[in-house]
């Protein structure tokens, strides 16, 4: 067997390589790439000989992703995505200095899957339709949060020197083209009163508003009251601020409209899209989400539990002594559990096995987010199921236990 620590950097990759002992056999600093993976494939071949598999080396790295770890998949060792806080609080065995090193980092990894590779999780083997709907569902979640980042620095632009138009175009909400259209074409309250009637429900009949003439008009009397102004080289520069930040998000819509498709389609596509659409609360793009985070490997969680324990949502039990407290889980998979949580909250409406098991854990004077998370807890072991059995979601089934009002 061969320990082989991989710390991973832009363009190169320090490894040191142990054999079952902790000796240490060999250290290289190896180039990204081909040349790279060929010269590390040479030091497997060289330390452990010709009868060695495979599967009997052992790689730790800081990274789940990338062709650097899809070649050693595909050269059949066995990879482990180390957590960077995880191997940080292994180094301290060595010492408390918080000294650093390329070379101590591969040191201390090849160490981790010595000692604690029961403690780590493997890299799954997913298939390549799981690894491009996680690339998809996650290149779209990544560009709505910079749209609200972005959003968000445009409101507080606005505030400080044209507030009437957040009030103007709530209606529409600032993020939508039409509303951002039309602050490009009126980014000051002097040139926004001058806005006619017929020029805003232009704007509004190009992007399909219903009501287009009342909401004209209750824009038309927004940007027409009076307010408090600014000196007009002040309010030119936020001007200038404002359509910079209403122009990349027009950008941002558009991208995100072309990503959701390029979602939709890879998600559809997969064979277990058909599990995850059966289950309540479930649309494509929260079901591409929640199978980006999961993987599609069948191996990966052995029980429900394991998926739960990953998925973020089983509570943690802290004792020490006389207290004992059961607490949620911080340290997760964010995606996932922003996924899960939106997940929970649609199946209220869905399905009335999920409506009463929150109901349950409310009357247990648990608050609303407690409730939900238990509730996405519940949901995640029902996933579990079905995809264990191969079988879509039914909703006798999947709470019977809980059907009735004292069931546990």
């Not at 780590?120 to 996680?134: T, W, Y």
């Not at 539990?305 to 340290?331: C, D, E, L, M």
């Not at 949580?341 to 854990?361: E, T, V």
Request: net charge positive; charged share 25%; glycine share 6%.
């Amino acid at each position: 067997m061969l320990l082989i620590g991989d710390d991973w950097a832009e363009d190169h990759h320090d490894v040191e390589v142990q054999d079952a002992t902790g000796r240490k056999l060999a250290a290289a600093k190896l180039p990204e790439g081909i040349e790279g993976i060929a010269k590390f494939h040479e030091l497997v071949a060289k330390h452990g000989g010709e009868d060695l598999d495979a599967t009997e080396v052992i790689v730790g790295i800081e990274t789940d992703r990338g062709p650097w770890v899809q070649a050693l998949l595909a050269a059949g060792y066995q990879v482990y995505a180390i957590n960077p806080r995880q191997a940080a609080r292994f180094k301290e065995r060595y010492g408390t200095s918080g000294a650093k090193s390329d070379k101590g980092d591969a040191h201390a990894l090849a160490d981790m899957v010595r000692i604690d590779r029961a403690q780590l999780r493997p890299i799954a083997g997913d298939s390549e339709q799981a690894q491009a709907v996680k690339v998809v569902a996650r290149a779209h979640q990544t560009l709505i949060w910079e749209r609200t980042r972005t959003f968000q620095r445009l409101r507080n632009t606005l505030r400080e020197y044209f507030p009437a138009a957040l009030n103007a175009y709530a209606d529409l909400t600032l993020t939508s083209t039409d509303a951002l259209e039309l602050l490009i074409k009126a980014p000051t309250p002097a040139a926004a009163a001058k806005l006619t009637r017929a020029q805003i429900t232009a704007v509004l009949a190009r992007h399909r508003r219903h009501n287009r003439t009342a909401k004209a008009a209750t824009i038309t009397a927004a940007l027409r009251e009076k307010h408090l102004t600014l000196p007009e080289p002040v309010t030119t520069a936020y001007a200038a601020t404002a359509i910079a930040h209403a122009r990349l998000l027009i950008a941002l819509n558009e991208q995100i409209a072309e990503m959701e498709a390029q979602v939709r389609a890879h998600f559809l596509a997969h064979p277990d899209a058909e599990i995850y659409l059966s289950m309540p609360g479930i649309g494509a793009i929260t079901g591409a989400r929640v199978l980006a985070e999961f993987g599609d490997d069948p191996t990966r969680y052995s029980s429900a539990k394991a998926r739960k324990n990953y998925a973020g949502t089983s509570p943690i039990t802290r004792a020490s002594g006389k207290s004992h407290t059961v607490q949620a889980r911080f340290v997760r998979n964010n995606r996932l559990a922003d996924a899960l949580q939106a997940q929970a909250f649609s199946a209220l409406r869905a399905s009335p096995g999920a409506r009463r098991y929150y109901d349950k854990q409310r009357a247990r004077e648990a608050g609303d987010n407690p409730a939900l998370r238990q509730l996405g807890n519940r949901l995640v072991g029902i996933l579990h199921g079905c995809l264990k059995t191969r079988t879509p979601y039914n909703e006798a089934t999947a709470w019977s236990h809980h059907a009735h009002p004292h069931a546990a």
